[in-house]
Each structure stands twice: as C-alpha cells, then as structure tokens.
C-alpha cells in the first residue's frame, strides 16, 4: 500500500476486501507499447460471487483489440478502482495513456481522473447513445415522441464530426434548426443538455 501511495499524487486508503488482478507479461508488453488509448469496461453475472468482472483492452496497429489486465473487486468505487490502476501502473510503469475510453460510470470515470488526471477521458459510443434515448424518452421531460426521433438524429449527425470546427458548425446549425422549427421549449433546452457529449468523442480522429 506504501507504494501504492507514492505511485500517484492522490489520498489512497485501503477499503479491505478482495481485489483480484491478472497480468501475464505479453499482456504487460502491450499495454506498454498500445496503451496511450486504452478501453475500461465491466460486466457483471460471469462468476457465483457477484463481482464485477473488469477488462482494460488496447487496440494494435491493425486495429485488434487485445485484452491487457483483468479484474475483480469487492468495492465497486472510486477508491477501488484507482487501487487497481495504481497496482496496473507499478506492473507497467511507462504506462501513460493520452485517453480513455470508458462507459458513463462515475466511479471509473473519477478513477481515472485521480490517477491519470491528464488522459482525456472519451465515454463509449453506445452508452452515450443509451443515455440520449434514455433521457429523451423519459416522460418528466415532456418530448413528443416525434420530436426525440429529431432530436436524436440531430445528435448522431454531430457526433459523426471529424474535427472540432465541423462539429461547432454543426452545433450552431442544429440549435437554428430547433429553435425556429420547434416552439417547444422543452425541445430546444434537451438540445442544449445533450450538446456536450459528442464534443468527447472529437479528438479520437486525431489520436495516434
């Protein structure tokens, strides 16, 4: 734990419970050499004791994934989750990734942020996708059910930018269409709520 605690400027304690990590050293040498982008995602359901089951991926440059660590842990948190990446980063200590990609978790997404406070973090495109739907056809937020079809396609047209200025283009021209097309107010304020997402997905065109 002492080196954990110097691995990263961040407060880390122990939590107890269990934390399960595999690395073999060919997964340890791509990481090292394909992880300045790398994929973190869980699923839960594939063992008896109810843990999430985490992988940590990369792509190579003939654009395969390959699983680079797993884990389990007890403690689905923050705390948790930055315990195992700091122990990943001792295994692998070049390991510097400019970004990465993750679901809409907060407690990876705060993870990350505590130990790599400099890597980009980019949401999966079809969480994102998940979370336009799911907010646009929650009732409190009054959308008729023709209008979220708009809506939604005004989002995939943005996110389908290639460079920061296509997608501001893009931005501008969807909030013309919305506030002189629809009169809902409704309508024109999801349009601003969801603007921010796809702008995270912009610099993954560039990334090398």
Known sequence: MDELR?????????????????MDNEQKR?????????CMDATYKVVSWGLPFFMLTVVDEHRKSFPVAY???????KESIAE?????????????????????????ILACKRV??????ILCEFHVKQAWLRWL??????IPKDKQRVLYKYMNDIMKSTSVPQASYK???????????HSSANIFCALFVMLFTPMLF??????T
């Open 71 to 77: 884990f389990m842990i007890s403690h689905e948190c």
């Open 116 to 121: 790599f406070p400099n890597a980009l973090i």
């Open 137 to 142: 056809r929650t009732g409190t937020h009054g």
């Open 30 to 38: 791509m990481l090292q050499r394909y992880g300045h982008i790398a």
């Open 84 to 108: 195992v990446l700091l122990y990943i980063r001792l295994l692998v200590p070049g390991w510097k990734p400019n970004a990465l990609i993750l679901d809409k978790d907060d407690a990876e």
């Open 202 to 207: 912009i610099p993954r065109h560039d990334m």
């Open 6 to 22: 110097n691995a990263a400027p961040i407060t880390l304690e122990g939590r107890g419970g269990t934390l399960l990590l595999v």
């Open 171 to 181: 931005v501008s021209e969807k909030i013309s269409i919305a506030s002189t097309s």
